[in-house]
């Protein structure tokens, strides 16, 4: 029983640990004070109001649902694809090539800046929607990745086998069988890539131009301005689309498994 | 017999070994062939050649006349049953077994008529709506089977199609398909380890070794005249007993054993006189007297153990030089150890094999 209550005790001392940072935030959105400290003086939604009026934090939305799409896209087409040809028994240095897509991952993201502005300053991409959600997608695959090579190792291959000898060409049997089957890894991997990229700061700073702000970018450079309780209003945003994503994918994905 | 399959000198190298080795077979329309062998004899990889799944280091194969080395697995029209049944777990039973129609661009009254005929030869009209992990295993392995043949293909491949299932069920659904095969006039390569499931299905049964087929023929052919030592002892249970040949006779052999006894028995390859051999006696046909029978072959024996198995009598002898294993029917007396019998066989229940 003393084990018991202990395993309870750390857990929920772990919990809290891990979101404390956002049960600090979060009320502050609904201050009606000008400055983002506690105790609050008054609840309002006069920052949420702020958010949807002001300018530069509309466009900051706006820009973040236009890049978060396009890289979501992209990094998930990408991932799918390397993850499908990472499948291949055949191809040389299967590992040396699956530790190469994760590689994002681990390498500094300031790294990643510097050479993405280098590398879209060459194509004359900086400052261009194209060239942030090419850098966000960088970030993004090694997600998708993850996600769907997980999916992938988990369907019979035999089950692939049996669909060609019944008369499916490969692209017939990516269609009707792999795609189907490795569709909640392909989900999971969709929505984190958009999670990526709405968080993404770093890339963001080197490779975006004034006119593509992200939420997460605005954020920060208000930061450094004024701190007004407008960013704790975008953040509760945030937490909530994200967890309305997550949402949509927990659901999307108990839908497919009951289809089984 | 004209050939409808054809293995022409089929080798496969995985790296640098070797699983099947230039390997000849040929298959009549409308037979029903079992591929018997252990585990990694080459047996299964032969079976994945002719879907399409793998292809030959170096060989043809041959449908119709025709090679078909360059044929992709889609276009070979051929149904495959694995083990582990392989249906698509996204889709009903129904969804299942329309999937070959609709690649063969059927329309879809033709599709759902077909389908509804298909179910209804397993027996399964009711579960069309289901999904494959809601049934059981036989019924998975029905809905395979019937998945295999709705679109009439021209051979059924089926790898160790029955290996997952309970043995009653096992023994049920071999029966099932030797009527379809019969039924339906259908071609069927089958894979399998298990001797008895060969022998009760199949119209002849390859006996694969390291990659080589070390004999071909009836059920009754390799049981009852095993040409190597190999099948000898894969196929049900033999008395493997060593020898010098004497004198060879036509069909006979006579052999000494080293124990001194002489044994005539049948010879189905060629041997030399003062060539050593071994005799396979299966257990079977060995029969068991007190005093000295008629029987061709009569050795001096003693029980040294006697086991009641309900549907025979399993008695362990020793004779001299070397154990030997008789299975008596219900019927028999009981042996207790240290009885002293004398086991008698007739010439052609005993065969030579070279060693």
Request: net charge neutral; proline share 5%.
């Amino acid at each position: 029983m003393p084990m018991k209550l202990t395993k309870f005790a750390f857990a929920s001392l772990a919990i809290l640990f891990l979101v404390a940072p956002l049960i600090a935030i979060l009320p502050l959105a609904f201050t009606s004070s000008v400055i983002l400290t506690y105790p609050i003086p008054s609840w309002s939604l006069r920052w949420f109001e702020e958010l949807f009026t002001a300018d530069a934090w509309r466009r900051a939305i706006v820009n973040s649902l236009i890049i978060g799409s396009g890289t979501t896209l992209l990094a998930t087409v990408l991932g799918v694809a390397a993850s499908l040809g990472l499948r291949n028994r055949l191809i040389f240095f299967r590992g040396t090539m699956r530790t190469l897509f994760l590689l994002p991952m681990v390498v500094p993201a300031v790294v990643l800046g510097v050479g993405l502005q280098v590398l879209l300053a060459g194509f004359g991409l900086t400052n261009s929607y194209a060239g942030v959600i090419i850098a966000h997608t960088v970030v993004a695959v090694p997600f998708v990745v993850v996600s769907v090579t997980g999916a992938l190792a988990g369907i019979d291959e035999r089950v692939e086998l049996a669909a060609q000898s019944l008369g499916a060409s490969p692209t017939t049997v990516f269609r009707r069988v792999t795609l189907p089957l490795a569709m909640p890894g392909v989900l999971s991997g969709a929505v984190l890539a958009f999670a990526t990229s709405l968080d993404e700061v770093v890339l963001t700073l080197f490779v975006a131009g004034p006119n593509q702000r992200t939420l997460a970018r605005q954020m920060f450079s208000s930061l450094r301005e004024n701190i007004s309780p407008a960013i704790a209003a975008a953040a509760f945003l945030f937490i909530a689309m994200t967890l309305l994503i997550g949402l949509v994918v927990v659901l999307s994905r108990s839908f497919l498994a009951k289809r089984r | 017999m004209a050939e409808f399959i054809r293995f022409d000198r089929i080798t496969k190298f995985y790296g640098s070994l070797c699983v099947v080795e230039n390997l000849e077979l040929d298959i009549a329309k409308g037979e029903f062939v079992s591929l018997l062998g252990p585990s990694g004899s080459g047996k299964t990889t032969l079976l994945m050649m002719l879907a399409g799944f793998e292809q030959p280091t170096s060989g043809d194969i041959l449908l119709d006349g025709t090679a078909i080395n360059a044929v992709p697995t889609h276009k070979r029209d051929m149904g495959v049953v694995f083990q582990n049944y392989a249906l698509f777990p996204h889709m009903s039973v129904g969804e299942n077994i329309a999937f070959p129609l609709q690649m063969r661009g059927m329309g879809r009254a033709e599709i759902a008529e077909r389908v509804a005929r298909a179910l209804d030869m397993v027996q399964l009209s009711a579960f069309a709506e289901r999904r494959p992990s809601q049934l059981s295993g036989g019924q998975q392995q029905r809905v395979a089977l019937s998945r295999a043949l709705v679109f009439e293909p021209r051979v059924v491949l089926m790898d160790e199609p029955l290996g997952a299932l309970d043995k009653q069920l096992r023994e049920q659904m071999q029966l099932d398909i030797r009527d379809l095969h019969r039924r339906l006039g259908l071609t069927i390569v089958f894979v399998t380890h298990d001797q008895s499931e060969a022998l009760t299905m199949s119209d002849r049964v390859a006996v694969f070794n390291k990659g080589k087929i070390e004999q071909i023929g009836t059920p009754r052919q390799v049981y009852d005249e095993p040409a190597t030592r190999f099948v000898a002892e894969f196929i049900g249970e033999t008395n493997l007993v060593e020898g010098v040949v004497e004198a060879v006779q036509g069909e006979e052999a006579s052999v000494r054993l080293t124990s001194g006894a002489h044994i005539v028995s049948a010879v189905s390859g060629t041997v030399a006189t003062g060539q050593t051999v071994y005799l396979s006696i299966r257990p079977e046909r060995v029969d068991l007297t007190e005093i000295r029978g008629g029987a061709r072959n009569c050795l001096e024996t003693e029980v040294t153990d006697s086991v009641y198995q309900g549907d025979h009598l399993r008695v362990q002898l020793h004779n001299a030089a070397h154990p030997l294993i008789a299975k008596l029917g219900r019927r028999s007396r009981e042996f207790p150890p240290g009885t002293k019998v004398f086991a008698g066989f007739s010439a052609s229940d005993c065969r030579v094999i070279a060693p």
